[in-house]
């Protein structure tokens, strides 16, 4: 697959674009109010599902930052770091694919 690259690059824009239209959405919902305590109980405590969706997110989301910093340490992807920040200042749905287009590509 040549450009397998670019399926990346587009869950990275999907996964981000998402994951912003629900936030914002939650702060439409909130009166304007972003509160970090309310959107991490949130999803926690709306019923068994989402306990198993937040379960199942943390353990990727961990899981891929680390594989990011050992793998992107490995193989000297340059601003590492920003791929980490992304994940908390924006989303693993955007940065974990963001990194593996640039993996793949560096790796071509």
Known sequence: MKHVHYVYLIASIVGGGLT???????????????????????????????????????????MGTLFMIVEGTRIKIKYLYLYVLATFLIAFAFAFPLFLFNRHRLLA
Not at 42 to 50: L, N, P
Not at 51 to 60: I, N, P, Q, R, Y
């Open 20 to 62: 912003a239209y629900y936030v914002f959405e939650g702060i439409q919902a909130h009166q304007g109010n972003f509160d970090v305590m309310t959107f991490i109980q949130s999803t926690w405590t709306a019923d068994a599902y989402a306990k198993s969706l937040s379960c199942d997110f943390w353990t990727a989301a961990t």
